[in-house]
C-alpha cells in the first residue's frame, strides 16, 4: 500500500504528483501490462537480444 504524508498546508496537486511518483517506481501498471499476454520463450529472447546489440551499438557511438 502506498502511503503518502501530507503535510498541513501542502498543495493538494504536489501531494497527488508525489502518489503518482511512488506509484510508477512500484511498477504495477507495467507489470499488469506484460501479464495481459503470453509471450513466447523464443519471441522474448530474439527482443533481448535486439536490445542487446541495440544498447552496444549506442555505447560503441558514444565513444
Not at 3 to 31: A, Y
Not at 33 to 60: H, T
Amino acid at each position: 500500500m502506498i502511503i503518502v504524508p501530507v503535510k498541513e498546508g501542502e498543495n493538494i496537486e504536489k501531494c497527488l504528483k508525489k502518489f503518482k511518483r511512488k506509484f510508477e517506481k512500484t511498477g504495477v501498471v507495467k507489470e499488469l501490462r506484460r501479464r495481459q499476454c503470453f509471450d513466447k520463450p523464443s519471441v522474448v529472447k530474439r527482443i533481448q537480444k535486439e536490445r542487446a546489440v541495440y544498447v552496444q551499438n549506442l555505447q560503441r557511438i558514444e565513444e
